[in-house]
C-alpha cells in the first residue's frame, strides 16, 4: 500500500475519509502490467473529486505512486486489482471542512478474484435486496466511501449460490447491484436506470453506453420498475473488476441465453476499445 507517495498500512486517526466517510475511489485493474483504461479512471476520479469538493492529486502524482506499488510487488505487476483511495485528508473535530485540506491519497493492490468462469459465460443468480436506497440527488452517481447502504445490502444473503444483489429506491426503481451497474436487454435495446437520484455510475457502465453509440443500439437511460426488470429479454451487470455477468436467475425471473450479453462482454474485454 502507498500513502501519500510512501510504502505504509496506516492512517491518522482523525482523517476524514474514517471519521466521515469523506473522500472518494476508483477500483481498476491491471492487465499486463498496465493499469486498463488509465485515463478514462483518472477522469472519473477528478470528477467525483469535484461534486465533493476536494482537490484530486495530478494524474501524474497518481502514475507515480501506482508505478511504485507495482514495483514493489512483482508478484502482482501484471495482473491485479488497484483501488485509489483519496479522502479529504486529517482534520480537527467537526464536520465542516478546512478551508485548504491537505488531500490523502492511498493506492493498494490486491490479487484478481477467482469467481467462477460459468458466471461470465453461464450467468448468475442474483438476490433481490430488501433494502432501499436513499434519495440523495448531490452524491447521485458519485463513487464516495459512504456506501454502507450497499454493505448492508450486501449482508442480506450468505449463499454462496448468489453472485450479486440488486438494489432498489426508495420509490421502488431499479437503481445498481450492490458493487455493480445493471442493464436490461428488450427488443434488441438496451436499458439502464437512471442515476440522477441515487447509485454510483461506474466506468463500466459509461462503456455500455458507448458501445450502444458506436453500434447503433438504442440503449435508454431511463426509471426501470421491477415489470420492466422481470419482463426483460436479458439482464446484465458490469463493473470494472467483473467486467460483465449476465443474469441467469432472480426470483421470477430465469434466462438460460445472452446473446446480446454476452456480445457487449467481448467488447468490454477487449483492451483496444
Not at 478514462?40 to 469535484?50: P, S
Not at 478546512?98 to 478474484?113: D, E, K, L, M
Not at 440503449?219 to 422481470?230: F, G, N, P, R, V
Not at 463493473?239 to 468490454?268: A, T, Y
Amino acid at each position: 500500500m502507498i500513502i501519500n507517495g510512501l510504502p505504509g498500512d496506516s492512517l491518522k486517526a482523525n482523517d476524514r475519509g474514517l471519521m466521515y466517510g469523506d473522500g472518494v475511489f476508483r477500483t481498476l485493474r491491471i492487465s499486463q502490467g498496465k493499469p486498463f483504461l488509465w485515463q478514462q479512471q483518472y477522469d472519473k476520479l477528478q470528477h467525483d473529486c469535484a461534486a465533493i469538493e476536494i482537490r484530486c492529486p495530478s494524474i501524474q502524482i497518481l502514475a507515480g505512486d501506482l508505478e511504485h506499488l507495482l514495483l514493489s510487488r512483482a508478484e502482482l505487476a501484471q495482473n491485479a486489482i488497484v483501488k485509489i483511495i483519496i479522502t479529504r485528508g486529517a482534520a480537527t473535530r467537526g464536520y465542516a471542512p478546512a478551508a485548504n485540506p491537505q488531500v490523502t491519497r492511498i493506492v493498494s493492490i490486491s490479487p484478481v478474484p477467482d469467481y467462477p468462469a460459468s458466471f461470465a459465460s453461464q450467468g448468475i443468480k442474483a438476490h433481490l435486496c430488501k433494502l432501499r436506497l436513499g434519495h440523495q440527488p448531490r452524491l447521485a452517481g458519485i463513487k464516495h466511501l459512504n456506501l454502507l447502504e450497499n454493505v448492508l445490502a450486501a449482508a442480506e444473503w450468505n449463499d454462496a449460490a448468489i453472485a450479486e444483489g440488486i438494489l432498489l429506491d426508495e420509490d421502488g426503481h431499479i437503481i445498481e447491484g450492490t458493487r455493480s451497474n445493471l442493464f436490461l436487454v428488450r427488443n434488441g435495446k438496451l436499458y439502464t436506470p437512471d442515476l440522477s437520484k441515487c447509485g454510483v455510475a461506474g466506468l463500466q457502465r459509461e462503456r455500455v453506453i458507448d458501445y450502444a453509440k458506436q453500434h447503433k443500439i438504442v440503449c435508454k437511460i431511463t426509471e426501470l420498475t421491477m415489470d420492466d426488470l422481470l419482463a426483460a429479454d436479458e439482464i446484465f451487470m458490469v463493473n470494472s473488476v467483473i467486467g460483465l455477468w449476465p443474469v441467469r436467475e432472480l426470483p421470477r425471473f430465469s434466462c438460460k441465453h445472452f446473446p446480446v450479453s454476452l456480445q457487449i462482454q467481448d467488447w468490454l474485454n477487449n483492451e483496444s476499445n
